[in-house]
């Protein structure tokens, strides 16, 4: 078992209609998609360790763009259509963010990474 010495941000995620529109526009509109469908899955993302939830804040502000453009690509994988601006209120998003401190691999081994192309 391995302790991480980072905190972490569980992004939770859910479309609001006008993100389900854009995605029939772009993508193949024959898909049968809901708003369940896509906000079934969450993702979480490492940070570096904070000692104040104003510095937790500013990290998340200054990620904010790059966080939601990688929860774009898991929908749709052409930067050029995404929705304009990316914003932390836009009108595509409901966003919750849940904050943690602690991340332990209860695995056995390494934890083999990967590179992301975002």
Do not use: C
């Not at 049968?32 to 990290?59: G, K």
């Not at 990620?63 to 050029?80: E, Q, T």
Request: hydrophobic residues 40%; without cysteine; proline residues 6%.
């Amino acid at each position: 078992m391995h302790f991480l010495n980072f905190s972490f941000v569980n992004l939770i995620v859910r479309p609001k209609q006008p993100f389900l529109d854009w995605l029939y526009r772009v993508d193949d509109p024959e898909k049968e998609l809901t708003m369940e469908d896509i906000a079934h899955d969450t993702s979480t993302f490492l940070l570096p360790d904070y000692d104040t939830n104003t510095v937790r804040d500013h990290l998340l502000k200054s990620h904010f763009k790059r966080v939601f453009i990688i929860w774009l690509k898991r929908w749709y994988n052409s930067p050029v259509d995404f929705p304009k601006p990316i914003t932390l209120n836009g009108d595509f998003f409901i966003h919750d963010f849940k904050w943690g401190s602690i991340v332990v691999d209860l695995g056995e081994g390494y934890i083999e990474g990967e590179d992301f192309d975002q």
